[in-house]
């Protein structure tokens, strides 16, 4: 069994950043690929970045140029550097893995204010 426990949500104004981190934890070998993604009020779950297990890197339209995702394999740990926030990426942001099977993090409350 693999946990996600994912830290750094919080409350930010507008133009701010917050970084994410997502540690797994337990049997692993190796992970494939690490992500997050996000869902807002009334909304679908959305990915927003995702990174594979040799560093390559996909962003949604919507952070590309604000979002980095990066990972440190020896950790198991995905991280998110989310900067120039705005008001539409409030949202519960939940780390993913992908093991051969899908882990989800609890999510983490990540909330912009104008």
């Known amino acids: 069994q693999v946990q996600l426990v994912e830290s750094g949500g919080g409350l930010v104004q507008a133009g701010g950043s917050l970084r994410l981190s997502c540690a797994a934890s337990?049997?692993?070998?190796?992970?494939?690929?690490m992500g997050w993604y996000r869902q807002a009020p009334g909304k679908q779950r959305e990915l927003v970045a995702v990174?594979?297990?040799?560093?390559?890197?996909n962003y949604a339209d919507s952070v590309k140029g604000r979002f980095t995702i990066s990972r440190a394999n020896a950790k198991n740990t995905v991280y998110l550097q989310m900067n120039s926030l705005k008001p539409e990426d409030t949202a519960v942001y939940y780390c993913?893995?992908?093991?051969?099977?899908?882990?989800w993090g609890q999510g983490t409350q990540v909330t912009v204010s104008s």
């Open positions: 993913h893995a992908y093991l051969g099977v899908e882990y």
């Open positions: 990174i594979t297990l040799g560093g390559s890197a």
């Open positions: 337990g049997t692993i070998f190796s992970i494939n690929t």
